[in-house]
């Protein structure tokens, strides 16, 4: 890190010559390659700035210009862009003139010097990004000793065309996990595209050398392991307090499981050749027959066998392709009465969103075999899950969400298992919210909780590991696969590997549930509800950050920003009455 | 129809033969035009279907729809729509006419290069049984091939005997309690 003041002083000038010019961002075209690189979309990096796609489009086209905070918004995304995807064909001067050995290798496509606006982008990250030929000394004690010439560089980069595709040269060893590739990194060396590799050990991970932090952990996790840990696990970290698995089998089996995510990146990022685009579509299309090949997988020792075509009551039967069946989800569209967007008042509100909510809500009780009727209360109980008939019981809290949702009509309905457990919970000695609802009648069957636990657990640790790597490839390929998951395994022509349509509806009710539950816990936290909709969407008022823990983890909420009026951090007014 | 349990629900059990989930399984791979009869896109879909092509016109005739050359105009241009009667005959037509457009399909896919499908038996309802009357009767999965030509031929005759027997021909690759799937609540498969 001794060229970080010459880096400075590098970024400092290259400012202010960008200030001389009046132009502080890079050139349209340069913010394409920059965005293509990263991997993101046009939608994605509108939602970020709170814009419509369409503005994205015309400061790409450079037909206008982003003003005011938003400016500083766009900059600060290119900036941190450029840092991580340099333009290629840009001499890097303060790196030349302070480690005049690492230019010893020239770039593969030494093409013509880049344009002020390139040089501007690519200046300030390649005087802050450490030589990629000295490896940093807390490497270099813990390397197993293997048969890889090259010292296994962690710190390289991907080299990326203008186009947005991975530059290619003649096949070679990767320095960083040895095995052949024709991809290369910034400074001509082999290195598989955004970090592909398989790794070498579990242990040698990068110890996050220019990437930021990620985001804290919840406070309130027991165990914070101190051990540097970056890559998920599926398999815990051992807990004294539970009983281990004696099987290594078992632990053998999921990391199989999780590195079929990782092939399936990999070929068809190799496919694509390098064009991230093109290979996330591509890893979308498979999305379904994958993740049943995964379920598969993890179905493959355990103890019950599921009914995938069972034959389903006439409540659980669309009647049409377009019409839904009897089941009411229990989804929310909560609005405080209290309190309104259109009345001008100073009460602050900040949206929050659920992370993965579905893919969380893969943990709920799900029933095993085909749905059996039974009458009255015959069918509730501990082990058993699938759909019930009740009248639930008046709601008389008007400043927390029902947890039955938006209800038009009175009387009885169908509603799921977990659905009926929340209100069976909230009738409870602890709650006491509400009276319990009456059971008329069930069809269920014997239930587990663990069923698409496995699934769970993989997809999860692999959500992590792309977030703390900034695998946007990865982590839209999981994202497709659990929501896909979820909204085919009904009656859909898109996977006819399974019809059950009443494990899709609990999940969703399972989703709203455990929304609930956040609202309730911020409600008990002093905070009022402004709204609650859709599965994920939760306005707070006051200061929700002693509440929830901040990030992109499945415990942890994030700021929701949106198209949407009611987005991000804004004021409400009080109704008067 | 194979079998002992002659008297299906005697003790309880709910259930249909297992010809009839065959039947079922087969009819949830077909799809077509997605608006009802009634509506407008839904009646120019099915004429335009029905028109494209000479057994299309033989669909109609089966189906029982006796009209004018000048009807059909009139109702191809909208501007008189069929009667109740009519629209029904015109459903029954396009589904009669769209199994048989797809059953070379579905013969295809069920076939998959003679390697066959894998289907999953669910056995019959035994919930309403008393349980000295019940028989340990499991989920079986089972690949079938070389049946599903006739299968299909018999399916789309309508052809209940033939489709009996396929039936029977495949429960007999489930060993010795075969006998106790003649009757199931459903099958299933992805194809």
Redesign the interface.
């Known amino acids: 890190m001794t060229d970080q003041p010459q880096g400075l002083f590098d970024a400092i000038d290259s400012l202010l010559q960008a200030v001389d010019d009046n132009t502080l961002l890079p050139a349209p075209a340069e913010r394409i390659r920059l965005r293509k690189a990263a991997g993101l979309t046009e939608a994605a990096v509108a939602q970020a700035l709170g814009v419509r796609v369409q503005s994205i489009q015309a400061w790409e086209a450079g037909r206008a210009e982003p003003k005011g905070q938003r400016l500083e918004a766009y900059r600060r995304l290119l900036d941190g862009l450029a840092h991580r995807y340099p333009a290629p064909d840009t001499p890097s001067a303060p790196t030349a003139s302070t480690h005049p050995e690492a230019t010893a290798t020239p770039a593969p496509e030494a093409g013509p010097p880049g344009t002020a606006d390139a040089a501007n982008a690519a200046t300030a990250p390649q005087s802050q990004q450490p030589p990629s030929d000295l490896t940093p000394p807390e490497n270099a004690a813990p390397r197993p000793a293997d048969s890889i010439t090259v010292a296994p560089d962690l710190a390289a980069q991907t080299a990326w065309g203008p186009d947005g595709r991975a530059l290619q040269g003649e096949p070679g060893p990767c320095i960083r996990c040895g095995a052949e590739t024709a991809y290369r990194s910034t400074d001509g060396h082999p290195l598989h595209a955004g970090a592909m590799c398989q790794p070498l050990t579990p242990a040698t991970t990068p110890p996050s050398a220019g990437t930021p932090a990620p985001a804290p952990k919840a406070a309130g996790t027991p165990t914070a392991p101190p051990s540097p840990a970056p890559v998920a696990s599926p398999t815990p970290a051992p807990v004294p307090s539970r009983p281990q698995r004696r099987a290594k089998s078992a632990a053998r089996a999921q990391a199989e499981t999780s590195s079929l995510i990782h092939q399936a990146v990999h070929e068809e990022l190799e496919r694509a050749d390098g064009d991230t685009e093109a290979a996330l579509k591509a890893l979308t299309k498979r999305a379904i027959p994958d993740v049943m090949a995964m379920f598969d997988e993890t179905r493959a020792t355990a103890r019950y066998t599921y009914t995938a075509y069972p034959a389903l009551p006439d409540i659980l039967k669309k009647p049409s392709k377009r019409e839904p069946d009897q089941i009411w989800e229990a989804r929310p569209n909560f609005h405080h009465p209290g309190y309104s967007l259109k009345i001008p008042g100073s009460v602050q509100v900040t949206a929050l969103d659920a992370n993965a909510a579905y893919l969380s809500a893969l943990k709920c009780w799900l029933p095993i075999g085909k749905l059996e009727h039974t009458p009255g209360t015959d069918g509730v109980g501990p082990k058993r899950s699938g759909v019930h008939l009740i009248t639930p019981a008046p709601w008389h809290h008007p400043h927390l969400p029902d947890p039955l949702g938006d209800r038009d009509e009175p009387g009885a309905l169908w509603v799921t298992d977990a659905t009926l457990r929340l209100l069976l919970r909230l009738a409870g000695p602890k709650h006491g919210l509400a009276d319990r609802p009456t059971v008329h009648e069930s069809w269920t069957s014997g239930a587990t909780e663990n069923f698409l636990d496995a699934l769970r657990k993989t997809l999860a640790a692999a959500r992590e590991t792309a977030i703390e790597q900034e695998d946007t490839i990865t982590l839209e390929y999981v994202k497709a696969m659990y929501s896909k998951f979820v909204s085919t395994m009904g009656e859909s022509i898109h996977n006819r590997d399974m019809v059950r349509p009443d494990w899709m509806h609990l999940i969703h009710s399972q989703a709203y549930a455990n929304l609930w539950g956040k609202a309730y816990k911020a409600h008990q936290a002093g905070l009022d509800i402004i709204a609650m909709t859709g599965t994920d969407e939760l306005h707070v008022t006051g200061d929700w950050r002693q509440v929830f823990p901040e990030g992109r983890g499945l415990a942890q909420m994030k700021i929701k920003h949106s198209d949407a009026k009611a987005s991000g951090e804004y004021t409400v007014g009080t109704v008067a009455r | 129809m194979a079998g002992r349990w002659m008297d299906l629900g005697h003790y309880g059990a709910e259930g249909i033969p297992g010809r009839l989930a065959l039947a079922h399984g087969i009819d949830r791979m077909v799809?077509g035009i997605?608006s009802?009869v009634t509506t407008e896109r839904g009646l120019a879909a099915r004429l335009r279907y029905l028109t494209a092509s000479g057994t299309g016109y033989e669909a109609m005739d089966r189906a029982g729809i006796r009209i004018t050359p000048r009807t059909l105009i009139a109702w191809l241009a909208e501007e008189r729509t069929p009667n109740p009667a009519n629209l029904a005959r015109l459903d029954t037509a396009y589904w009669d006419l769209r199994r048989h457009n797809v059953a070379t399909d579905l013969k295809r896919r069920l076939n998959n290069h003679s390697r066959g499908t894998r289907i999953?038996i669910?056995p019959v309802?035994q919930?309403h049984v008393e349980g000295r009357h019940q028989r340990a009767l499991?989920?079986r999965t089972l690949n079938v091939r070389g049946v599903w030509d006739t299968a299909i031929d018999a399916w789309l005759t309508g052809d209940e005997q033939t489709l009996d027997a396929t039936w029977d021909e495949i429960i007999t690759g489930l060993g010795s309690d075969y006998d106790a799937y003649t009757n199931v609540?459903?099958?299933?498969?992805?194809?």
Not at chain 2, 185 to 191: P, R
């Open positions: 799809t997605e009802p999953e669910d309802d919930s499991e989920t609540a459903s099958v299933g498969w992805a194809a």
